[in-house]
């Protein structure tokens, strides 16, 4: 944050000396704002620019992108804004000095205050560029205000079942346990399951013995039961109201 605020204000300083220099002498009095752009490339002649076609432009663009970059807080922006006012500062000496033959810094007749104020204007952009921090990123700002996320030591959680949570086969000799609402099936004697899946839950073991005292009973076998006599006429039976042994 303070590193971010010093170097916005050297770049701001670099843009505003930068935008001034034009109105400045730049060499043997001449402003720069009646040096014109085309001459920096085609070679310096004594031919008198409008405002916005002299070295004005490339002074108002680079204070532009400095502000710019300085509102994205983007240290790149600001170093390109930096590149322009520096390149065509040396631009203009260079061909100054093949104009005249060589140049002279100070005293009458040489390089003037506007020129200083354009170097020394785009030398502070970029060094407001390097003071920057720059933007974060926002997983770095979020661990900055919240610290590091907690360190989990036995790796993540993992359910023991996925989805939707059926338990494999059971032990051999145990049964599986019994759905909601049905009765828990018989275990066979032995404590093993029926093969092929046996009889349904609650019902008779396959191999069932009848109590104690009965003969087995072949399913197949139809048993007919012996006729039940009726009471003699007038008499009632035990188990009829009123009724019971005979006086």
């Known amino acids: 944050m303070v590193r971010n605020l010093i170097g916005s204000l050297l770049a701001a300083a670099g843009a505003t000396a930068a935008v001034w220099s034009p109105f400045r002498a730049w060499y043997d009095g001449r402003p720069g704002q009646d040096i014109r752009i085309q001459d920096l490339f085609g070679g310096i002649t004594t031919v008198d620019a409008d405002l916005f076609t002299s070295m004005l432009l490339p002074m108002l663009a680079g204070a532009l992108i400095t ?74 700002l979020h661990e900055d205000e919240y610290g590091p996320p907690p360190h989990e030591p036995y790796g993540p959680y993992e359910d023991e079942y996925p989805p939707p949570y059926e338990p494999g086969p059971h032990p ?65 039976g035990p188990h009829d109201p009123g009724g019971g042994p005979p006086q």
């Open 172 to 236: 051999y000799g145990q049964a599986p346990p019994p759905r909601y609402g049905q009765p828990p099936p018989q275990p066979r004697p032995g404590g093993y399951p029926p093969p092929g899946g046996g009889p349904p839950p609650g019902g008779p073991p396959q191999d069932a013995t009848p109590p104690y005292g009965m003969p087995p009973v072949d399913p197949d076998e139809t048993r007919t039961m012996p006729p039940v006599q009726p009471p003699p006429h007038g008499r009632r």
């Open 67 to 140: 502000l710019i970059g300085i509102l994205l807080r983007s240290r790149a922006v600001v170093a390109v804004a930096g590149v322009v006012v520096l390149g065509f500062t040396v631009l203009w000496m260079v061909r100054q000095g093949q104009a005249v033959g060589s140049l002279t810094i100070g005293g009458t007749g040489g390089v003037g205050i506007g020129a200083a104020l354009a170097a020394g204007g785009g030398l502070l952009i970029l060094l407001g560029a390097l003071v920057m921090r720059g933007r974060r990123p926002r997983s770095r």
